[in-house]
Each structure stands twice: as C-alpha cells, then as structure tokens.
C-alpha cells in the first residue's frame, strides 16, 4: 500500500516537473512561478505536484465543478454596453504569495490608505499641503473627482476613506510596485470572496494543505467597524448600488447578503429634515450609513450631476449635518488620478515623516514644467496617460501611447499637446507586466496580471484583506488588464506557516437581542418579488394552456366537434395573452402551442415571461436563495432549448412537462425555505393574486351558456382539479359542480376564493402606513371580495360576475402597488418599531 503510494507521488512530482520544463516564461516579466535566480518557488511546486496527483481526469472534473458552481450561484458581470450578463470568468489556478512576502505588502497597503486618508482631510480642509506649496492647486482642482460641496465638511467618523484599494504589479526586479489606486468605489472583495467560496470548494485538500489564510475575518472587521460609527445601537446600513446595468451588480448583491446590509437604488432613498431614510413598506425608516458604489458626481443631483438617478437629492445636505455616514465620502476619488502619484512619494515623507514602503511606479505630472520638459525631451522612454482621465486626451479611446511606439506625425502630435496643456498628462516608467502561472488548453501557460489589494478602516486601525482580486490577461503580453477586454479572475491565496483561525461573520463576545423578523422591505424590493410571483404564476398558467392543449392534439383524430371546439378556445385563450403570434390563425394548433411555450418574439409566451421573472429576481438577489435563482435558470434554459428549431416536438413537450415540475419545486423551495416575513408575503400575493386572475380567465372562457363536457373538462385539467371532482361527484363534469370548484370551493388551492382568504390574510399581517386605526385601501378592497366568494353561489354565477371579480383583482393588485410600492418624498415616517421585512 505505502508503495503504490509512493509511485502516485513519485508520478506527481515528473508530472509536475514536466509542467514546469515545458513553461516559457515572458522575457524581461518577473514571473510568479521562478524566483530571482530562475528557480521554481517551493509553494508553487508544493502546489503542482498537488494538482498533477489527481490526474487529467480528476482535474477535469473539478475544474468543470467550479464552472458549474458559479453558474449555480448566479456569479456573473456586464460589460458596458451590453444587455445580457456574462458568466465569471474565473481562471483555474489561483495566485500564490507567501506569509513573508506578504507582510510587506499589507504592511505598504497599510501606510498608503492611512496617507491617503490623511491627504484627503488636508485636501478638503485646511488645504495647507496646496498653500505650502508641496501640492499644485491644478493637480487637486484639475481632477473630475473633486467634488467642491465637500470643502470644509467634517466627514462624520472622522474618515473620509474607509475601504481602498491598491492595484499591484511587480517591477523589473521583482518586487511590488502600486499601479493605481482606488478610492471612488472600489469592486472587486465581493468577486474575491465569490473566487474563493468556488476555488476551495473545486480544489478542497489543495486549499486545506497549502494553509491559506481566510477572508472572513477581513469583512468581519470591516462589518464591525462601519456598525460602531452610526450614531445609534442598531443601525439601518444600506449598499447603494447604481442598479442591475451596473458592470458589477453581482458582486454588490453578493456583498449585501454576505454582510447582512440592504441593498438599495437611489429611488429606494429620500431626504427629509436633514437626514437619510429608505422608502419602505411602513413608511420611511432611516438610513445611518451608506456604503456606496455610485461615483460621487451621481450621488446628489441638486449638488452635482443634475440629471443622475442614482442617487439622492439631499445626500451632501445629510453628510454635512452629520446626519449619515457614507463609505467613502463623497470626493475620495480625487486620490485616484494619476498626477497625484507623483507627488506621493514627498507627500509620505512631509505628511507621515517616512518613505513608502510600497513604491508606486515613476509618474512624473507635465503640469509641472521641470518634468514636462523632462519628457519632451525623452518622449521615447515613458508611456503618457491622461493625468486625470482614463483616456488620453486628444487621442480618442486610446488610453495611453508609447512614446517609443509613435509615428513621427503621432508624436508631433502629442508633443504639441503637452506643450499646450501640459496639466492633463503624466508619463509613467513602460514596464511590462509581471506573469502568473494560468491553466490553457492542458497545460501551463505565463499570463500577466495585476493584483487589486483591499484595507478597510477599523477602530485599530486599518485592516487588510489576506488575499485580493486577481485579473489575468488572456493575452500574452498587454499593458493593461481589464474585465471588459476578456480577462479571468483569479483566486489569491496567501499562504500562511502558523495555524489557521476560524472565523464567522456571526458575532461573538456580544449579547444581541433577540429578533425574529429582518428590518423594514424596501419598497422597490416590495415591488419586484410581487412581480416576481406574479410572472412565476403566469408562465405557469402558460404552460398548464399548453399542455392541456398538446394533450388534446393527441388525440385530434378522435375527437368530436366539441372537443375540437375546446382546443380552438385553447388556443385563443394564448393568442389572447400574447402568447402566440397575432397571425396565429394561420397556424396549426400545435404551433401555437409550441409558439406559446418558447417563443423569445412573444411577449405573453413562457419562455418571455420566465426572463421577466428572472429579470425582477436578479434585482431582488440578495434576497433569494442561490437555489431559488438556479431553478429559475434551469426553467429558462429549458425554454430556451425547447425554442431551438433542431428540437423535436416530443421534445419540446417533454421540455414543458419537466419545466412545469420545477415550477412546482420552485413553489414548494419558496413555502418551505422563506421566512414568513414581508419578502414571503409579497411574492405570494403576487402568486396568488395572478393565479386568481388566471382562473377567472379560465371560467370565462370555459363556462357559460355555451358549456359542454370537454370544457368544463379542460378547465378541470388547467386547475388540476380533476381528482378532487371525481371524489366527489359521480356524475361526469357538470356546469355548477364545476364553477363551484373553480371559483367558491375554500379547500381548493386553485380556486378563486381560496387566493382571496390568502390574499386578505397578507394583506392584514403587513404593516400599515399611519397608526390611526383606520383601514387602508387594499384590506378593504380584499375584505370585500373575499366575503362576497366565501358567500357566494355557484348556480348563480355567470360570466359577467366573474369578469367584476376579474377586474376587482386587477384594481386590488393596483392598490397594493399604489400603497407598497411607491412613496411620494413627503411620505409618513412611521415611528412605531416594526420587525416586518
């Protein structure tokens, strides 16, 4: 046994050695794989011998399992531009870096976001850095990112910078140089975690054998930290997201739900008397900090850009009344340009009376002249870039030009615009960018990258993250790396010699009080899951028409005029809903059936109103459970399949039959793993609400004077009802019996009477806007119509009752809109405490 052993390792080693021979790396890149000698690190081979033990097979497998595991937890990104999200591209092998080098790196994080802090409260306040002489007014005024309403603001913490970030790459000799920092919103810890939860999970005995070091207790502090500054015991923090367009609206909604705080659009906030509050479902409730991830200039559009819908009117108003605490302040962003890089290194000394210890890379500001004439002079030896803006002046799109790469026209060019306007440019040292060992095609492969590294604030001081966000180019050589331009992620594991702590986001050494119930349902959160039950609902009933339909066809040979009757008003009724095309009549039956279940042209059709349910779920994200958001994309991908013209039409039908079971697993996921707060209650109002409206429909149009046995029969099937008939009556379908199970029966959990019991029960356990004992609108409208159901008479039912109901649906879905989901600036501040969420 210890033999065979012996030889699988043996095997490992040459596999890995092999991997190792066969690497090239980049000349003239330091490489993570070698060290300064050429040399393979120890952890890295450590590693690769690791990775070779499980064989080709065995790597396979894992590596399909993460690419299975983020399409199950919905990670994904937008590039600019584009409607539809991309899957994440995580790359296979993560980016070692061990314990002591890693000490220096946190340690010239550490004293940078404290400088930067520290320039930024001179910046805004007494500005004696610019008065001094040390920092041009131009390179600070000059910036985009100066937001001028914050002069003077005392930013409520004391902190204008609580979470920065440091992009990292190594220099010719290897050791680590600061690219760029980032300080306006920084993204990338949610994906970083994200990459992780993946990673470790794929690659479980490498991640526990190689002692890596965890995230948690990063977001723990950062957490903890952000709670102590609000100025009461238990505050209300709010993520502000620019909305689902954003490139990185996974990653906020990721973030939101692992740090416990609520994700929130600018319409989700209004102003009023100085201070911050969220529209929620009773009323306004206060908002005591924001972590926010929209561009300062988006935050206040009374103060800044007038035409934002980001943010909130009023924010810059609360921020100086120290009614609210914002991460970062508003204005951090002006330590993000690249002409301020170079002055930093004067700026460490004079401010915190040491040098770097994390170098940037050689920027030299051709606002100044000594340095302008400097690169004049040697164009062909520095990259120029745009001093504050990501593009190059001038230029285009281009983000930057290599003197040495210039035409002698380009460089005429460029020259002349310096002289001009010397203030928008800086040159930087071209340095090539460092490599990481990647997995392509089966092997090992240099891939350049650049390391993003996060600090947050705490009470001791600033923290930071054991790892990063790693971005890896998919090109062999490139000067800058980027997300949009096909890059992967990369997991970063910094490997530690001591024991590992575990460590949970729950807290300890505390005594929380008891709750059992979540804050306030925002109202937009409100709105999407009603609209996302109602759509769940809809492409339900879609696909209950359809079947019952297909199943008809089947024996269309066989049938009498009525029952050819029953699948004409089948087939109108999805015509009706937009669910098959207008020129319907020129098709069969069965195309409208098939047209209805996945047609993407069609508004009405399931596969349509599944991505709507999506759409309004993936707004709602934090809120779902990554089971809810799988079985809603394996419903859609179902649909999708079934509307390709190479499948069958057995199996299309089989794809409408499986995709009706995981709607009602998705049902049964949503009854039994919701909490019954108000996100529960929303969603099933909205389920219950279109099912009632379905079944009105389906009475109208199977009912009536003109009833026979195979449409009351159809209608039985469309509410699965056709077990509860036959127990109870002999006798075949019959137009009362009928009626009476569909609309009046309380026991039936399709009929409409039991929807409005459900409905009127919700509707009484939300909370309501004002204290004053009065009923709202909505309760009363539900008390009604369930009284008049619950009394009602089956033999007296007629289609034109049935349609008042309808329509007494439809207004009660509007009222409850018109109540939940919308509340004007001047709304009631309910100041009773409320557990409802």
């Avoid at 509307?643 to 009602?664: D, N, Q, Y």
Wanted: with cysteine; aromatic share 8%; net charge neutral.
């Amino acid at each position: 046994m210890f033999a065979e052993r012996d030889i699988q390792t043996d095997d490992a080693s040459q596999r890995a050695a092999t991997w190792i021979a066969d690497y090239a790396p980049t000349r003239g890149a330091p490489d993570e794989l070698f060290d300064g000698d050429g040399r393979p690190r120890a952890h890295w081979r450590q590693f690769l011998e690791s990775l070779a033990a499980f064989g080709d097979a065995g790597l396979e497998q894992r590596f399909a399992a993460a690419g299975r595991r983020i399409d199950d937890m919905g990670i994904s990104y937008r590039v600019h531009g584009e409607a539809k999200e991309r899957s994440w591209p995580l790359g296979r092998l993560p980016l070692l870096i061990p314990e002591s080098e890693w000490r220096d790196v946190a340690a010239g994080v550490t004293q940078r976001a404290e400088l930067l802090d520290q320039v930024l409260h001179d910046i805004y306040g007494d500005a004696r850095l610019v008065a001094d002489g040390v920092l041009p007014a131009a390179a600070v005024a000059g910036a985009p990112n100066f937001i001028r309403p914050m002069c003077g603001v005392a930013p409520p913490g004391g902190r204008w910078l609580r979470f920065y970030a440091a992009d990292l790459g190594r220099g010719p000799d290897g050791s680590w140089r600061v690219l760029g920092d980032r300080a306006q919103a920084p993204s990338g810890a949610g994906y970083a975690l994200e990459n992780r939860l993946v990673l470790s999970r794929a690659l479980p005995s490498l991640y526990r054998d190689m002692n890596v070091e965890r995230l948690a207790p990063f977001f723990q502090d950062f957490r903890a930290s952000i709670s102590r500054i609000a100025q009461r015991a238990d505050p209300r923090i709010c993520l502000l997201t620019p909305g689902p367009w954003s490139e990185t609206y996974s990653e906020q909604v990721y973030l939101a739900r692992y740090l416990g705080f609520t994700l929130v659009e600018g319409e989700d906030l209004v102003a009023s008397d100085g201070k911050l509050h969220v529209r929620t479902i009773a009323g306004l409730k206060r908002a005591d900090v924001i972590w926010r991830r929209v561009d300062a200039d988006w935050c206040d559009p009374l103060e800044q850009n007038a035409a934002s819908r980001l943010g909130v009117a009023g924010m810059f108003d609360a921020i100086r009344r120290g009614a609210v605490v914002v991460a970062n302040m508003p204005g951090a962003g002006v330590i993000e340009s690249r002409a301020l890089m170079s002055f930093l290194p004067d700026l460490s000394k004079r401010v915190l009376g040491e040098s770097l210890k994390l170098p940037n890379i050689e920027t030299w500001w051709c606002g100044r002249e000594k340095d302008r004439r400097q690169v004049i002079d040697a164009l062909s030896d520095f990259a120029i870039s745009g001093a504050f803006a990501e593009r190059l002046p001038g230029f285009g799109e281009r983000r930057e030009a290599l003197g040495a790469a210039l035409s002698g026209k380009e460089r005429a060019r460029l020259i002349n615009a310096i002289e001009q306007r010397g203030v928008d440019y800086v040159a930087q040292e071209p340095i090539k960018f460092s490599t990481t060992p990647a997995w392509i095609d089966g092997r090992l492969s240099p891939r350049p990258f650049v390391l993003r590294v996060f600090a947050a604030a705490t009470a001791d001081g600033w923290t930071v993250m054991p790892g990063g966000f790693c971005r890896i180019s998919n090109r062999p050589d490139v000067r800058a790396v980027s997300m949009e331009s096909g890059a992967q992620s990369g997991d970063v594991w910094v490997l530690t010699s001591g024991p590992i702590k575990w460590s949970t986001l729950l807290p300890s050494g505390e005594d929380p009080p008891i709750v059992r119930a979540l804050g306030n349902l925002p109202s937009r959160a409100a709105d999407n899951l009603f609209w996302m039950g109602r759509y769940l609902e809809r492409a339900e009933a879609t696909l209950r028409v359809v079947r019952t339909l297909a199943a008809r066809l089947s024996q269309f040979q066989h049938i009498d005029l009525q029952g050819r009757q029953t699948i004409e008003r089948l087939a109108r009724l999805l015509v009706a809903w937009g669910a098959a095309p207008e020129d319907a009549p020129d098709l069969n039956p069965m195309q409208i059936a098939l047209a209805a279940a996945a047609d993407a042209d069609a508004y009405g059709s399931a596969l349509s109103v599944v991505r709507n349910a999506k759409r309004t779920a993936s707004i709602v994200r934090e809120r779902l459970s990554y089971d809810v958001w799988q079985l809603i994309g394996r419903i859609e991908a179902r649909l999708t399949h079934a509307g390709a013209r190479a499948v069958t039409e057995p199996e299309t039908l089989e794809i409408i039959e499986r995709s009706l079971h995981t709607l009602a697993a998705l049902s049964g996921l949503i009854d039994e793993n919701f909490n019954r707060v108000a996100g529960w209650s929303f969603i099933d109002l909205g389920r219950r609400i279109e099912r009632a409206i379905a079944t009105c429909r389906f009475a109208r149009q199977f009912t009536g004077d003109e009833a026979t046995v195979e449409t009351l029969d159809a209608l039985l099937d469309l509410l699965d009802s056709q077990i509860t008939y036959r127990s109870r009556y002999i006798a075949g379908a019959a137009l009362a019996p009928v009626l009476d199970i569909a609309m009046l029966d309380p026991f039936n959990p399709r009929s409409v009477a039991f929807q409005a019991a459900r409905i009127d029960e919700h509707l009484a356990a939300l909370p309501s806007l004002r204290n004053d004992g009065v009923m709202e609108t909505p309760r009363r409208l539900s008390i009604k119509l369930r009284a008049e159901l619950e009394s009602g008479d089956a033999r007296r039912l007629d289609a034109s009752i049935i349609l008042a109901w309808e329509q007494r649906l439809m207004s009660l879905a509007d009222a409850i809109a018109e109540r939940y989901f919308t509340h004007g600036v001047d709304g009631a501040v309910n100041s009773q405490p409320s557990r409802i969420a």
